[in-house]
């Protein structure tokens, strides 16, 4: 059996030491036998690991390649840990998908978490002043956000141009300019992911690339994801930046949708009858709330809403403010059944949890032990 050192308060490595969060002794302890792979390896030896969601910067004592896969025993010398690769290991099927979730999936944040960090970094250039112009960059982001009492054609606008379907749109655009004469280039400048990239291009080397670097990476992990859950016919899921309501100066979270089901047209589903043409599920996670999960029905024109909370305060300040939603709703010609319960731990998961998507378990892609 060879070894990793993993340098845990030793020398300075090039690559940040672990994901947001992460507690490397939670699971790297000794005696235990890890799963991993090698995401980067670099010619004076370091390397950068995977082990569950983590990114863990190493020194390698054997030669290691990108994509390779290992199982290591974790031993403790001192302040270091040694991961004592394992013989034997049988690697699973490869394929360009799982490449591209090993290499983005550990240590990435939501959308709503790394552009608040991005913000963050805009406005402390903007306070000093200096090159470049921040305000422009922090405006185009504030457009991206999904504000309470927005609209559904405002959400839709939002999710199309989150960033996730820039490469489709692009190459819509390319057609259809070939075909038409068409040039869409002024609607693709408003997409999120095109805008990051395109300040990433004049960024060089700064804590504004880190930041930018950041944020595209948080969008392409969603767009792997999505991916993942088609490969195992699982429901997309979209996530736009959401201000934290009531709390000034809150970092901005997260808001999941998921569109789980569409019945088709003349379909009257199993029983006949109440089956909702389509259902959406929105999770996010407030300061004040907590973990909330509303899961919407819609059927010829009635909407059917249920709110899940974790706790009875959060289920009293919600029902409180239902009336005036309810009544805002029947005065546009909707019929609304709504109501807030008590949910379950389990039913109100991280929005940023990833554990639940098939492919990601059947793959062993955030195993930690094995």
Same mark, same amino acid.
């Given at each position: 059996?060879? /070894?990793?050192?993993?340098?845990?308060? =030793?020398?300075?490595?090039?690559?940040?030491?672990? !994901?947001?969060?992460?507690?490397?002794?939670?699971?790297?302890?000794?005696?235990?036998?890890?799963?991993?792979?090698?995401?980067?390896?670099?010619?004076?030896?370091?390397?950068?690991v995977s082990i569950g969601n983590m990114r863990v910067p190493a020194r390698a004592q054997v030669a290691l390649e990108p994509g390779q896969r290992f199982l290591a025993m974790v031993e403790a010398s001192g302040e270091v840990l040694i991961l004592r690769v394992m013989t034997g290991d049988k690697t699973p099927v490869d394929s360009a998908l799982l490449n591209a979730l090993r290499?983005?999936?550990?240590?990435? !944040?939501?959308?709503?978490?790394?552009? =608040? +960090?991005?913000?963050?970094v805009l406005k402390v250039m903007n306070a000093k002043g200096g090159e470049g112009d921040p305000r422009v960059l922090m405006d185009q982001l504030t457009e991206h956000l999904f504000r309470p009492g927005a609209r559904g054609s405002d959400l839709a606008s939002l999710i199309q141009r989150a960033g996730t379907r820039l490469e489709a749109a692009l190459l819509a655009a390319s057609l259809k300019r070939g075909a038409q004469g068409g040039d869409d280039s002024q609607e693709l400048r408003r997409?999120?992911?095109?805008?990051?990239?395109?300040?990433?291009?004049?960024?060089?080397? /700064?804590? $504004?690339?880190?930041?930018?670097?950041?944020?595209?990476? /948080?969008?392409?992990?969603?767009?792997?994801?999505?991916?993942?859950?088609?490969? /195992?016919?699982?429901?997309?899921?979209? !996530?736009?930046?959401?201000? @934290?309501?009531g709390v000034e100066g809150a970092p901005w979270t997260t808001a999941f949708l998921t569109f789980t089901r569409r019945r088709e047209e003349g379909s009257s589903g199993e029983d006949g009858e109440g089956e909702a043409s389509c259902r959406f599920r929105l999770d996010v996670k407030l300061s004040k709330l907590g973990a909330v999960r509303a899961e919407l029905g819609l059927n010829e024109g009635r909407i059917k809403l249920v709110i899940g909370?974790?706790?009875?305060?959060?289920?009293?300040?919600? +029902?409180?403010?239902?009336?005036?939603?309810?009544?805002?709703?029947? =005065?546009?010609?909707?019929?609304?059944?709504?109501?807030?319960?008590?949910?379950?731990? @389990?039913? $109100?998961?991280?929005?940023?949890?990833?554990?639940?998507?098939?492919? $990601? !378990?059947?793959?062993?892609?955030? @195993? +930690?032990s094995a």
């Open positions: 059996m060879e /070894s990793l050192a993993q340098n845990i308060g =030793g020398p300075a490595t090039p690559r940040p030491a672990l !994901s947001q969060g992460a507690d490397t002794r939670a699971v790297l302890q000794a005696g235990r036998v890890v799963a991993g792979h090698v995401i980067e390896s670099h010619a004076n030896g370091s390397v950068l290499a983005l999936l550990p240590g990435a !944040s939501s959308s709503g978490a790394a552009l =608040g +960090e991005l913000l963050a997409d999120l992911k095109a805008r990051l990239l395109m300040a990433r291009s004049s960024a060089g080397e /700064s804590p $504004l690339a880190d930041a930018l670097t950041k944020a595209i990476r /948080s969008i392409e992990s969603e767009q792997v994801l999505n991916l993942a859950r088609a490969a /195992s016919s699982e429901p997309h899921r979209f !996530s736009v930046p959401f201000p @934290d309501p909370v974790a706790d009875e305060r959060a289920r009293a300040l919600l +029902e409180g403010a239902l009336p005036s939603y309810l009544e805002a709703l029947s =005065g546009k010609g909707m019929e609304v059944e709504a109501a807030v319960r008590l949910a379950h731990k @389990d039913e $109100l998961l991280d929005g940023e949890a990833v554990h639940g998507v098939q492919f $990601l !378990s059947e793959h062993h892609l955030l @195993d +930690e």
